[in-house]
């Protein structure tokens, strides 16, 4: 009998769960935040709209990757914090390896410039 | 901005919008405060839109696992149960009840009239016979192929004492008898039984005791049994009337016992069942007598009627000198079928043609409801894309569906008692053991299953055109408009040719039905009907013993009645054209005698007093009128009418021709000399063109029951207290009955086809504008949805007539086609109708064309107005 993994979950990990959770690697962040750390990052290409990163948010809550933190300043009361969990950490770097596993085998195929990405 | 964020958060399921509202709120005003800094108005637009898609696309994906989530749990409810499909079909019936008004209306019409004809349908014609084993039951009468008739003392006795295939053997006939009773003196109805007619039918009694064997004996004291009804209104419900003496017929009956209320169809509508006299035959005949019989259990029909045929084949040589017809015999008959073989053909006709308007209505029911649901595509859509799966959707709207059967159904119901109580008011005169119709279980379960047969048939239509629309996606803004998707459109034009495909044999039968009866209007009564009134007298033997009373009355009450001021003439008949003859006879030719074996020609024979041919104005063709000296005298002589003559004598003349009565046979039988040829008068119904009448001089015999025929010069209804008077100075103590113009005796012989005509010509115009308001529907939507083609057409110099030909040739493509299969529907359902033609054929043209023109213009005209405001378009508006 095969266990399922939490990460191979029936939603499975999708590219904005794994922003999401690589914008968190930093620290404690809000939605907003979490948004801008994505924008930067992928220089613009990635722009979230609300609703794909709030249900992302609520995917990795429910499935215990991410978690809600109480808010320290009472300015904005229903700003919310995220935090990685482990298990977050741990499905964020297992992703990350699959995704350089990945980069390794299509530079060894000659895709992609050596120097490059 | 915000009202439409908080719109689209509301597309979210609750527990989500609870926990990241305020969150996504607070991002998206964030974001567009920065947003507008750095691209200003349009970067905010641009914003909006995409952040307006992606919480609709996320609002469908949360309500989707959120579906799961509920599935997965095991014991939780699947949600939009039953319970509040019904809740939300309730409330879509509030949102636009002027459709829900159209829709329950038209069911419960549908439904009402089909549950009203079906509960008759049930009580007349399948529910057994309220009697204790009803199976067993039959009738036995004369049959002699392809006439039936009653039975001769001789076959009753014969019967009676022979058989061995049945437990009881009763037998009875009826007439009007005479009640007296100090100042009260009143025509009742009698059926005359033998000893075991109550225990044959197995019917018990209110009071006192049935007959018993004997009682029914040559010499046996005069006993009666009476109904419940007339206890009540004649004997006061005198509770020790058993042993009192009632007067029938200015003779003494002992009343022996009283029947309950309720009885059985063989009893029902008779007041008085004196103990018939059995003597001894002297001849086989008349026939008057019909046996009732209940069939042993070890008996089949077939074996008890086999046994019947062997005591006929017994009897016949013993009986042969007055009875010389080999091919008669006796035939067992059901009871039920006796009772109610006649009304089945009117009853199954009603029945098709309720259900054809039951059927047109659901169609156009299913076609409004076709057309609901593509103006509520978008909710639908929404619905889907809320998480509604297909088989929910689909529930939903079958829900909806059966709701508003299930209300078209109840109304249909109410509306059912109100149609079963006028149909027991109105048509108790042609059908039998309406009485016994009530809307009972049976009645109910039918409702509901037509009730739910309804709601599928209309309501699955909508449910699978409904699915092609989720595919795509069809969330499109409130303003643009919603387009029928091809499958709808396909099946709103299908719906409005079945329409016409069922209208049409309608049509079709109420046209054969409207022709048969203007054809039966038209006939030729043979006499001239205006200004004379007829009343039925009867003498009684206990005060008027000997022909020569009976003359002597006749002819005082004719003088009295003549000598009235403003009375032209009057005259004496058994009979009353155009349909009572109740005395018909087998007869013999000199000339040409009837084989031995074969049956003779039999003909209504109609007695007349002398001034009969001259107070109806009838014409004489040949020889003579009867006269005042043919009533005396030995030799017989009758006058016949033209088709007696044309029938027997072709093309000869029958003054002077001699025949033999009624089964006498050898040289000592008397010969009838017929003296003259009449003018036809119709006595055996409008529309039987089949036999001859022989008249015979009325006073030979003892006439007891005759009828008066008055002339007058004025109004003849007015007389009629006078004539009583008159009567009632000669015996005040018998009644006069049946008082009748001529006229109304015309009216009364068409009322029968023309209430059969009426009732379908009322279904058939009823679905027809059911239909038409179908097509009308499809065209004006036809119309609305090309609104800007016919613009541009009318603006590129298109003709509005010729827009306005082309929307109408379009509706009447759909007719035509509908039509073409009514035709054919038409034809095939013509022998339900065939019976009760006159002078029609089934597949009369005339009426197939008469049925097309009529059912072509009202559609036409139901297509004219959205032609005509598509040949309005404003071809400006229309592009804007």
Redesign the interface.
Known sequence: MVRVRRSQAREGLTPVMFQILLALTDGDSH??AI?KSIEERTGGDM?L???????S??QLMDQDFIAEVKPRTVV?R???SYRLTPAGRKLARREAEKLAGLVEWARSADLLDPHGA | MRRLLRALLRLFPRS?RG??G???????A??TAEVRRRDGVMGVARLWL??A???????V??HRIERRRRHRVPTGRAPGGTGRDLRYAARMMRRDPGFALVVIGTLALGIGSTTAVFSVVRGVLLQPLPYPEPDRLGIIRTSNPPNMFPLSLVDVLAIETQQTAFDHVAAFFSRGVTFNDNDIADRVAARYVTADFFSTLGEPMALGRGFAPGDDAVGAPRTVVVSHGFWRRYLAADPNVVGRSVRLDGDEHTVIGVLPPETGPLERDFDVFPIADLPEPTRKGPFYWTAVVHRSPEWTAEAAQEQLHQINDRIFPIWQASWQQASATWALQDLREYLVGRTRGTLVLLLCAVTFVLLVGCTNVANLMLARATDRTNEIAIRAAMGATRSQLSRQLLTEALLFAALGGGVGLLLAEGGVRALRALGSEYIPRLNEVALNGGVLLFTLGITVAAGLLFGVAPAVTSQAHLIGGNLTSGTTRVTESRGRRAARRAFVVLQFALTFPLLFGAGLLLRSFAELEGVDPGFDASNVVTLRYSLPTAQYPEREDINRFWDQAAERIGSIPGVLSVALSDSRPPRESPDWNNFDLEDTPTPPGAAQPVSPWVTVSPEFFATLRVPLLRGRFLGQADREGAAEHVVVDELWQEHHFPGGDAVGKRFLEGGCTGDACPRVTVVGVVGIVKFAGLDNSEVGVIYYPAGRGPNRTMHFFVRAAGDPAALVPQIRAELRALDPTLPVTAVATARDLMGAALQQPRYLATVVALFAVTALLVAAVGIYGVMSYFVQRHWRDIGIRIALGGAPQRVFGSVVGQGMTLVAIGSAAGVAASLALSRLVAGFLFEVSPADPMALAAAAAFLGSIAAVACCAPAYRASRVDPVAALK
């Open positions: 939605g907003y948004m722009e709209g609300a609703g794909t990163l709030y249900r948010l609520k904005h229903q700003r919310r | 989500f926990r990241y305020e969150q996504i709120e607070d991002f998206l964030e974001r995409v952040n898609g992606d919480l609709v696309r996320a609002a994906a949360e």
